[in-house]
């Protein structure tokens, strides 16, 4: 059984930086780890993906601020007010990331309790 719990969520002002982190157990290295991210109001939104090969996918709106590392960490920088939302992290079997994966629509099948990042002056 997969277990996932995510860490590291607090308040930040714009233009700063954050790191999220997601424990894990029952993972293998056949695992897929995505970071999703739900503001108050908003349907849920794909941020991040990293393979087991270790290819990576990003939103468009996170692209060369959000890094999603090895270790299945969140690194944030320049963040700002639209991050504000409850990040997820979540894991499913090979994403296949050169064979038809999406942020938005592949499923994935384990889910963490979510983390706040709230981005406040």
């Known amino acids: 059984q997969v277990h996932l719990a995510e860490s590291g969520g607090t308040s930040v002002k714009p233009g700063g930086s954050l790191t999220l982190s997601c424990a894990s157990s029952?993972?293998?290295?056949?695992?897929?780890v995505g970071w999703f991210r739900q503001a108050p109001g908003k349907e849920r939104e794909g941020v991040a993906a990293?393979?087991s090969d270790g290819s990576t996918r990003y939103a468009d709106s996170v692209k060369d601020r959000f890094t999603i590392t090895g270790e299945n960490a969140l690194q944030m920088k320049s963040l700002k007010f639209e991050d504000t939302a409850v990040y997820y992290c979540?894991?499913?079997?090979?994403?296949?990331?050169?064979?038809?994966?999406?942020?938005?629509?592949?499923?994935?099948?384990?889910w963490g309790q979510g983390t706040q990042v709230t981005v406040s002056s």
């Open positions: 979540a894991a499913r079997l090979d994403c296949n990331m050169m064979a038809g994966f999406s942020l938005r629509f592949t499923p994935f099948r384990y």
């Open positions: 029952g993972l293998t290295q056949s695992y897929c």
């Open positions: 990293i393979d």
